[in-house]
């Protein structure tokens, strides 16, 4: 029997893709706004003095942006490594106490981030380390990794565990296999895994807020610093060269899974 499709499915999926991507329709051509008052309302015209400014400010938003993409590269960096060999690790044996350990290790993604906050600020203040880059990339290490643990390990469940005993029989040792065998295989799952991670340090306010020092400032920060002037549109310029890049790279992920796959 063939299944009848609902006549609302198509405006469904419309209301829901209009509610998703409008609010970014509205940065991307607000930053391009004529119109310079305090907390503009009405498109006046076309203009590209917001990206002058921008660029022209270097010590502003562009300075916050540079240190968030410095945090978000470290963050994600360690933990692709961590989470990566975290899953291989869980994926390869069966043990008592496995499922605790590893609902344990997606604890920091489940809490509250104003707990985690505040709970990254008492241990820091506790130790006496000094408040700065260090410290906010300890923090976001510490939430990034679960999310490259949880995708490299289902990336895990899904492959097949007979090709890296083939290769271990075939005279290969361990490290050779990892390498040659289990994370060209995994890779997609790591990739996925690294980006999400880092879209979430990059994005991230409430423990940045705890863990940052005076001489350190990330791009939501600084946002958020401004919203008591009136947010500038320079913002709406730096968000729409964001989301430029951000689909450049995503583009490029698909092309290399897609070349990986057709191999």
């Given amino acids: 029997m063939k299944k009848r499709r609902s006549p609302w499915a198509p405006l469904y999926l419309t209301l829901v893709l209009i ?3 409008l609010p ?3 940065v991307v051509l607000y930053s391009f706004n004529a119109n310079t008052s305090r907390f503009p309302t009405a498109f006046t015209g076309f203009s590209l003095q917001f990206y002058e400014a921008l660029f022209r400010d270097t010590r502003g938003l562009l300075d916050s942006l540079w240190t968030s993409l410095i945090l978000a590269a470290c963050s994600c960096g360690i933990a692709m490594v961590i989470g990566t060999l975290g899953a291989i690790g869980m994926a390869g044996r069966k043990f008592r106490g496995q499922g605790a350990i590893e609902t344990l290790s997606l604890l920091p993604i489940m809490v509250p981030e104003i707990i985690l906050g505040m709970a990254f600020l008492a241990v820091f203040t506790a130790v006496g380390l000094k408040f700065g880059m260090l410290t906010l990339i300890l ?6 990794t679960p999310y490259v643990f949880i995708i490299v390990k289902g990336r895990l469940a899904g492959m097949d565990p007979s090709l890296a005993e083939a290769s271990r029989d075939l005279g290969a040792s361990p490290v050779r296999t ?12 790591v990739l996925s895994g690294v980006m999400l991670a880092f879209a979430m340090s990059l994005d991230d306010f409430v423990i940045s807020f705890f863990v940052t020092g005076a001489t350190t400032t990330t791009l939501p920060l600084r946002i958020y ?18 989301l430029a890049f951000v689909a450049i790279v995503m583009a490029f992920k698909q092309l290399v899974v897609d070349r990986r796959a057709n191999r």
Avoid: D, K
Avoid at 139 to 144: P, R
Avoid at 178 to 189: R, W
Avoid at 226 to 242: D, F, I, K, P, Y
């Fill in 24 to 26: 970014i329709a509205v």
């Fill in 139 to 144: 923090a976001h290490v510490t939430f990034c």
């Fill in 19 to 21: 509610l998703m991507y």
């Fill in 225 to 242: 610093s401004s919203v008591r002037t009136g947010v500038s549109l320079q913002v709406n310029a730096l968000c729409t060269l964001t």
């Fill in 178 to 189: 990892f390498f040659e065998i289990t994370l060209p295989l995994i890779m997609p799952g």
